[in-house]
């Protein structure tokens, strides 16, 4: 008897839970303004002066020489 009032205890406060998080709007509000700058940003890549195929997402070091790798132009 004291299982089957734990678990409608917690399925109870489950389902409060969920309607609660459902009634803020802040909840399931989706900031446009990030993503679709992420998406319409071009990506900036970076390229070793000495070895022109050596294309990173990052700046760094060129794995080959040790250069440090500029951005694209």
Not at 7 to 12: G, M, P, R, S
Not at 62 to 68: E, N, S, V, Y
Request: hydrophobic share 30%; with cysteine; glycine share 2%.
């Amino acid at each position: 008897m004291k299982r089957l009032l734990l678990v409608a205890a917690i399925a109870v406060l489950s389902v409060s839970a969920c309607k609660n998080n459902q009634n803020n709007p802040e909840s399931t509000k989706v900031d446009s303004t990030n993503t679709e700058t992420l998406q319409n940003s071009p990506k900036t890549e970076y390229t070793c002066p000495m070895h022109p195929d050596v294309i990173s997402d990052k700046a760094g070091q060129c794995p080959q020489c040790g250069m440090d790798l500029q951005a694209k132009s």
